[in-house]
């Protein structure tokens, strides 16, 4: 039974062109995160939620958002792709913040830039 | 800020060889340590933790890692691996306590097992 559930699992963009991708989860978990893994790289994390308070890492371009409307979905609109872009997006949940707190992974976005 | 080195880009085994995939990790205060695995097409699964105490942990599948403080490794191990163990594997690395929600992943290591 899917916990972290990722929507779509493939998406096209055109430069410049906005785009939004999905995650919910079925967990009703705390914190929800989004990183961005570009081949052959570690995940990298570009923000996250916890309850509805917004964290963005220091090195997150501008170009990055997200939303969380209630517990159980989050969105990362892209404003602008560019083709530095691509790559694989995750979203993951953890019932907390501490360090003990396991992460738990949708299966990616992949995103290509045309 | 923290990092971790996996060493090994690609690993390939036969089948019934023992495996041995390092994780290095740079920082020096108190740890907790994870090794994930993603399967062809599926998403990225826990496969062990450690916080504290013994410091060899078994995950599923029998998997094991052993912390080793003084080298600042948690290395992950299985005696005997199956074709079913093909797979992408990441070492990643928390602080300790509240407030310590970052997770930093090493750049994982392919391993490919051949029947």
């Known amino acids: 039974d899917a916990m972290v559930i990722q929507n779509p699992r493939y998406q096209v963009t055109q430069f410049g062109k906005p785009v939004t991708l999905s995650c919910s989860q079925t967990l009703n978990h705390n914190v929800m995160y989004w990183y961005q893994q570009k081949s052959s790289q570690a995940p990298k994390l570009l923000f996250h939620?916890?309850?509805?308070?917004?964290?963005n890492e220091a090195d997150t371009p501008d170009n990055f958002q997200s939303r969380r409307p209630n517990t159980s979905f989050c969105f990362l609109d892209i404003r602008s792709p560019g083709l530095g872009d691509a790559a694989m997006y995750l979203c993951?949940?953890?019932?907390?913040?501490?360090?003990?707190?396991?992460?738990?992974f949708g299966p990616g976005t992949r995103l290509t830039v045309t | 800020a923290q990092s971790v080195s996996q060493h090994n880009h690609h690993v390939i085994l036969s089948e019934a060889a023992s495996l041995e995939l390092g994780c290095n990790y740079s920082?020096?205060?108190?740890?907790?340590l994870f090794w994930y695995v993603q399967y062809p097409g599926q998403h990225l699964q826990l496969l062990l933790k450690?916080?504290?105490?013994?410091?060899l942990v078994k995950g599923i599948k029998g998997f094991e890692a052993e912390f080793i403080k003084s080298k600042f490794s948690f290395n992950l191990r299985k005696p005997s691996v199956q074709w079913s163990d093909t797979a992408e594997y990441f070492c990643a690395v928390k602080h300790s306590g509240a407030g310590s929600y970052q997770l930093t992943f090493g750049k994982g290591t392919k391993l490919s097992v051949i029947p």
């Open positions: 939620y916890y309850d509805k308070d917004f964290n």
């Open positions: 993951a949940t953890s019932r907390d913040r501490l360090g003990s707190s396991e992460q738990y």
């Open positions: 920082y020096g205060g108190t740890v907790n």
């Open positions: 450690y916080f504290s105490g013994d410091p």
